[in-house]
């Protein structure tokens, strides 16, 4: 490409070049590769198989177009007609396959990957040039590795591809797509999430209560946790950030391994008063309504640090005078 004409190309591609070079390690330099237009598609294939019909090649890959960063990388199946077949043709039947195998692919990339949906990432493609035709492509998120997610992720596809063609797939059926959901969309720092840690802290409360035939309800854990958060704010111990709807910061010499402390003391009072004994910290809900005082989030993983005795004690007398004075 000339340089100065596609500089703010130029600029974006070369942030996915190098992501590729995970994968690639014999890339030329990104510089080159933008000065040349050389390579135009940068692949990686993991797999290629046959369609059932011999009609097709179908490869399994990552691919990224350096003309196009904005696109992004992406993976997924291409389509290659063979010489002497009708391309629109074979591109109707690699659709009708790729609709026939969707759910089955779904299921099995989501059970794979504990952490992602990947109901609503398939795209459809806007070409079908060149004997080629992609029936799907999905991006390949900023956060995601080439090799842990991308490749991953086309080693299911293919499979799922195998097993249709040798018949090991029998219970197709077309997704309902008119019946699918979007998925719950969950916030951190908002009076949407402070409400669900509330909720969670009620249905604790009630489910403890209940097992021991009580009659404390939730609303009572309710009571007691605003309780905390209205005197730590008082205290200093805790401060409102202004820039999310709720949010908590602690104060600055606080450490993740004190948070722990804090969280557990507090939790384990709640329910001490209510119904006798602790109830478990809501570690998932904790995380999103409070954070470190540089406003940097909490991951759940904190919960797994250990606490020294010395520590928890202290944390369990400020939480007794908090709560009970």
Request: proline content about 2%; hydrophobic content about 35%.
């Amino acid at each position: 490409m000339n340089e100065r004409k596609y500089y703010w190309t130029n600029r974006a591609s070369q942030h996915n070049i190098d992501r590729l070079r995970s994968l690639i390690t014999d890339l030329p330099e990104s510089k080159q590769i933008l000065l040349t237009g050389n390579p135009r598609y940068i692949t990686y294939i993991v797999d290629q198989m046959e369609s059932k019909n011999g009609h097709r090649i179908y490869q399994f890959l990552i691919e990224y177009d350096i003309y196009n960063p904005s696109q992004g990388i992406y993976f997924g199946c291409k389509s290659l007609t063979k010489k002497g077949h009708h391309h629109h043709n074979e591109c109707e039947k690699a659709l009708y396959e790729w609709i026939q195998i969707r759910e089955e692919m779904t299921k099995r990339l989501n059970n794979v990957f504990v952490d992602k949906d990947f109901s609503y990432r398939f795209r459809e493609t806007d070409n079908a040039s060149d004997n080629t035709f992609w029936p799907f492509w999905i991006s390949l998120y900023e956060d995601e590795s080439p090799m842990d997610v991308g490749v991953r992720a086309l080693r299911i596809i293919a499979r799922v591809y195998s097993d249709y063609a040798n018949g090991r797939i029998t219970n197709i059926n077309s997704p309902d797509q008119s019946a699918s959901k979007l998925l719950e969309v969950r916030t951190a720092f908002t009076n949407e999430a402070f409400e669900r840690l509330m909720i969670k802290v009620e249905e604790s409360v009630k489910n403890v209560s209940s097992s021991d035939n009580g009659k404390i309800s939730g609303e009572e854990g309710r009571h007691l946790l605003q309780t905390f958060f209205t005197k730590a704010e008082a205290t200093g111990l805790l401060e409102r950030s202004p820039n999310y709807e709720k949010a908590w910061r602690m104060q600055e010499n606080i450490s993740d391994v004190e948070f722990k402390a804090l969280m557990k003391a507090l939790f384990a009072k709640i329910g001490e008063l209510l119904v006798g004994k602790g109830i478990r910290v809501p570690w998932g809900d904790v995380t999103r309504v409070m954070m470190r005082n540089n406003e940097i989030a909490y991951k759940e993983q904190v919960k797994t640090l250990n606490v020294q005795m010395d520590v928890e004690k202290k944390y369990t007398r400020i939480i007794d005078d908090i709560l009970t004075k």
